[in-house]
């Protein structure tokens, strides 16, 4: 059975859980990884979109430029 808050089956794929890959990583490189990680079973191209937004400032903050 599915649990929605703690466990949600969007973010989880068999025994392992996004938020036990993503919990050590910074906020912005988390996020592109979390929207990567359930693009496929909740808002499919949105999810992309959000990643992609992501790593983009990810890129800006690091290197200081776009991409």
């Known amino acids: 059975m599915s649990d929605p808050v703690n466990s949600p089956s969007h973010y989880t794929y068999g025994k392992v859980e996004c938020i036990e890959v993503t919990e050590n ?5 988390g996020n592109a990884v979390k929207y ?10 949105e999810d992309l979109k ?13 290197y200081g430029e776009d991409i």
């Not at 990583?25 to 490189?29: E, P, S, V």
């Not at 990567?36 to 191209?45: D, P, V």
């Not at 959000?50 to 690091?62: G, I, S, T």
Request: with cysteine; proline share 0%; hydrophobic share 45%.
């Open 50 to 62: 959000k990643c992609l937004f992501y790593v983009k400032r990810l890129a800006k903050n690091e």
């Open 36 to 45: 990567l990680w359930r693009f496929r079973h909740k808002n499919g191209l």
């Open 25 to 29: 990583m910074d906020f912005l490189q």
